[in-house]
């Protein structure tokens, strides 16, 4: 039987690897300048952990794991007949793979809170697991990078997380727009209008405005059961055009009589009183039509598209309040972003962005002539790797030919060729793959040259 991998998974060439290293690298260098840490937590977590936290549906699509030993010992034959599958896999799994790195988070921070320093400055870059459909572009296992700040209400961690986006995405060459928007604007439009059980239904419709129009989106609010006298109040801003202060300044009026919608006006203001000064190469839009994780969030929510490809959201976060609450412990405040590793590796690609040493290949191979040659050649090569050149020795002292073949397949730019002569006048003849040109060099000034 051929071998293979479980559908939704998949395996990673060392050329794809070195690109996505230079992408986890990028963005941990990026979280090291603003003083976050790294944590790293379980690839299983018990399912009591897990389950409840994603709602029905995120429930359904958590991997359980089966109890070690005889799994079976709890389980009763009307249980099998009852079919009763939640309640079986209660019996049968103890633990199940993490669906995301948030609920990990909140019960490592309420289990370590002793040892923790508030405001808890964390990243985690590990794979997560969803039993969900494959199709392209979704996996059942894929990684998150996961930046938060936890313990802190100052909007002060915002600013920094706008600057943060920013940064990553200039190292990659990657043309973005952040979007901004706050749960508390939201939640005032729909107080304002009388429907504040109707938030989700507002915003669905507001989103879909640049699609499918005014006319068509006042229709559909009118299906959803919004009075007219709502729909008229809700025009202002549907209708919300200009620069970020002219939005703000149309909802300051819309709001006016909203103690939560001028709350969350005000904390946008702050954003941007600050990421205005900022050398930002990235543009920073008010966008009301960010609706991200509404039952999640709590204040300000981000989200960030590539301006030079169609492609869905490739970074997004935002404010909550009450993330360990789950776990026994209220009142811990934080504010986090998530950087989608698999939408920006397809971009990368898609431009073609990759810095020539992103992918970390074999500068220089020596030719093995044999074991007097490779005796010469190991300090020499020793001191080529301490100047930071990769570099590698053939094996086996094969045909000329066949090295040769081996450091093209590889894209090797240089190989080295020392023979008597060589070793006789401490120098390496080193040939250019790409132009085919060779010459005798001194070592150091080909460790000068190419460190």
Same mark, same amino acid.
């Given at each position: ?58 429930? $359904? ?10 799994? /079976?010992?709890? *389980? ?6 009852? $079919? ?20 990990? !988070? ?61 940064? *990553? ?14 749960? $508390?604007? /939201? ?60 939005? /703000? ?16 006006? +005000? ?10 000064? @900022? ?21 300000? =929510? ?8 169609? %492609?869905?959201? =490739? ?11 789950? !776990? ?24 073609? @962005? ?10 220089? /191979? ?27 020795? !053939? ?8 090295? %040769? ?11 080295? =060729?020392?023979?008597?002569? +060589?070793?006789?006048?401490? $120098? ?17 000034? !080909? ?5």
């Amino acid at each position: 039987m051929k071998p293979s991998i479980p559908k939704g998974t998949r395996d990673f060439s060392p050329v794809e690897m070195a690109k996505r290293t230079y992408i986890f690298d990028t963005i941990r260098e990026v979280y090291n300048l603003h003083g976050f840490e790294q944590i790293e937590t379980p690839s299983m977590e018990n399912l009591s952990t897990l389950m409840g936290k994603y709602g029905e549906e995120g429930d $359904k699509l958590l991997f359980k794991i089966l109890n070690s030993g005889d799994f /079976l010992s709890d *389980v009763k034959p009307e249980d099998w007949t009852d $079919k009763n599958l939640p309640r079986l896999a209660n019996q049968l799994c103890e633990k199940g793979l993490r669906y995301d790195l948030t609920v990990p !988070f909140a019960r490592y921070v309420v289990m370590h809170r002793n040892e923790i320093q508030f405001p808890f400055k964390r990243y985690q870059i590990q794979p997560v697991w969803r039993a969900d459909r494959p199709q392209k572009g979704r996996y059942r296992e894929f990684y998150q990078c996961d930046v938060d700040v936890v313990g802190s209400d100052s909007l002060m961690n915002e600013v920094e997380f706008v600057q943060i986006i920013d940064e *990553v995405f200039s190292r990659f060459g990657i043309r973005v727009c952040i979007k901004i928007n706050n749960r $508390k604007i /939201l939640s005032g439009i729909a107080e304002m209008i009388g429907a504040a059980d109707k938030i989700t239904d507002i915003t669905v419709a507001i989103d879909k405005i640049d699609k499918i129009g005014l006319d068509n989106v006042n229709e559909e609010l009118r299906n959803k059961g919004i009075s007219e006298q709502s729909i008229e109040l809700l025009q202002p801003v549907l209708t919300l055009k200009g620069n970020n202060r002219e939005k /703000l300044s149309v909802l300051q009026n819309s709001l006016k009589n909203s103690e939560k919608g001028l709350k969350g006006i +005000e904390e946008i203001a702050y954003i941007l009183n600050f990421t205005e000064n @900022l050398p930002l190469k990235a543009e920073v839009e008010v966008d009301l039509t960010l609706a991200r994780g509404l039952n999640y969030y709590t204040g300000a =929510i981000f989200e960030v598209k590539a301006l030079d490809v169609e %492609m869905g959201s =490739i970074t997004g976060g935002g404010r909550y309040d009450n993330l360990t609450g789950l !776990f026994g412990l209220d009142g811990v405040s934080g504010v986090g972003i998530s950087f989608g590793a698999e939408r920006i590796y397809d971009i990368l690609n898609q431009l073609d @962005l990759y810095p020539d040493n992103a992918l970390k290949t074999t500068q220089i /191979l020596f030719v093995n002539f044999g074991e007097k040659e490779v005796q010469y050649l190991l300090p020499v090569i020793a001191k080529v790797r301490a100047a930071g050149i990769r570099a590698e020795l !053939f094996p086996e002292a094969a045909k000329m030919k066949k090295q %040769m073949g081996y450091a093209d397949t590889k894209k090797i730019p240089f190989v080295a =060729i020392v023979g008597e002569t +060589e070793i006789a006048e401490n $120098k390496i003849t080193l040939k250019n793959m790409l132009t085919g040109e060779q010459k005798l060099v001194d070592i150091e000034e !080909f460790i000068r040259r190419y460190h």
